[in-house]
T-cell receptor
Framework: NAGVTQTPKFQVLKTGQSMTLQCAQD?????MYWYRQDPGMGLRLIYY???????DKGEVPNGYNVSRLNKREFSLRLESAAPSQTSVYFC??????????????FGAGTRLSVL | AQSVTQPDIHITVSEGASLELRCNYS??????LFWYVQSPGQGLQLLLK??????LVQGIKGFEAEFKRSQSSFNLRKPSVHWSDAAEYFC??????????FGAGTTVTVRA
């Protein structure tokens, strides 16, 4: 039972390079999320997708784009990476019915360094 | 706007001693409340949740939390800490549209 899978686990980029972080869940969840985690700041929401075919901005969307490819997959793209985007990125999903929709399940994270 | 405050950045506790982590929230409606734990290099794991009903909730790994509406608090407790409880702990509030707002986290160090 894989849950939420993120790839890659680690990545080093040069300023200006682009990359896509991949996320897939096998729990048949409707909603998916991308967060970044920085020391002393907790997790901040970048983008989320409440259901397949929809995406919305979170707290810190600048410099990022997302694609909800299908119900299982939600990718995060950095078009032109900047050192300020050095962070740990987490994907999460939630779904099912009722209040359980508020329970989010997290992947193991992608550690990104932009030089 | 909603916010979550974890006043303690770092707590050190002896193995076998009790642990309490504080969480205060600011939110206009009745909140959904969560505690997550993150071991080094890992993702976040749900410890427990409060949606409604009994204000004392039990979670995994021997943790419990108490919701106090009058104090806007949701403090996490464990009676006897094990070395494996060393981790970072995050309090979170459900803020509608299934989104969560997280506190900055509390790092727990367990000394032998």
């Amino acid at each position: 039972n894989a849950g939420v899978t993120q790839t890659p686990k680690f990545q080093v980029l040069k300023t200006g390079q682009s990359m896509t972080l991949q996320c897939a869940q096998d729990m048949n969840h409707n909603s998916m999320y991308w967060y970044r985690q920085d020391p002393g700041m907790g997790l901040r929401l970048i983008y989320y997708s409440a259901s397949e075919g929809t995406t919305d901005k979170g707290e810190v969307p600048n410099g990022y784009n997302v694609s909800r490819l299908n119900k299982r997959e939600f990718s995060l793209r950095l078009e032109s990476a900047a050192p300020s985007q050095t962070s740990v990125y987490f994907c999460a999903s939630s779904g099912l019915a009722g209040v359980a929709k508020n329970i989010q399940y997290f992947g193991a994270g992608t550690r990104l360094s932009v030089l | 706007a909603q916010s979550v405050t974890q006043p303690d950045i770092h707590i050190t506790v002896s193995e076998g001693a009790s642990l309490e982590l504080r969480c205060n929230y600011s939110y206009g409606a009745t909140p959904y409340l969560f505690w997550y734990v993150q071991s080094p290099g890992q993702g976040l794991q749900l410890l427990l949740k409060y949606f409604s009903g009994d204000t004392l909730v039990q979670g995994i790994k021997g943790f419990e939390a108490e919701f106090k509406r009058s104090q806007s608090s949701f403090n996490l407790r464990k009676p006897s800490v094990h070395w494996s409880d060393a981790a970072e702990y995050f309090c979170a509030v459900g803020v509608g549209d299934y989104k969560l707002s997280f506190g900055a986290g509390t790092t727990v160090t367990v000394r032998a």
